[in-house]
């Protein structure tokens, strides 16, 4: 029986490490704000052609599957400037204070 409850536990940590290496990684989320204040949120407020963004717009794995998956399909020329980096920065930002994370923001 003890067996089986260190066997859960184990199977609970490697679920937990799972789940947040398929998250936002390797990007800088304070640069991320930063870029994505500056070139983003002119089309991504209330009114715009975007429609208003936010990181609270989505939850973090929302936040995963946009990035990995949409790649802004709506208009694919929004990110021609930015580098692979650029996008993990942005991705990061908004993963990180997303509507299910532990600090969730707007945009400031």
Not at 3 to 28: D, H, M, Q, Y
Not at 45 to 58: N, R, Y
Not at 83 to 91: E, G, R
Request: proline share 3%.
């Amino acid at each position: 029986m003890q067996r089986f409850g260190k066997l859960i536990a184990i199977l609970a940590i490697v679920t937990l490490c799972a789940s947040t290496a398929l998250a936002a990684s390797g990007g800088n989320a304070k640069k991320g704000k930063y870029l994505f204040k500056k070139n983003c949120k002119a089309c991504h407020v209330t009114g715009a052609e975007g429609k208003a963004v936010t990181p609270l717009s989505k939850t973090q794995a929302q936040w995963d599957r946009f990035m990995d998956g949409d790649k802004h399909k709506a208009k694919p020329e929004a990110w021609k400037d930015f580098s692979a980096q650029d996008l993990k920065d942005i991705q990061q930002f908004l993963f990180d204070h997303a509507a299910d994370s532990d600090q969730p923001e707007t945009c400031g």
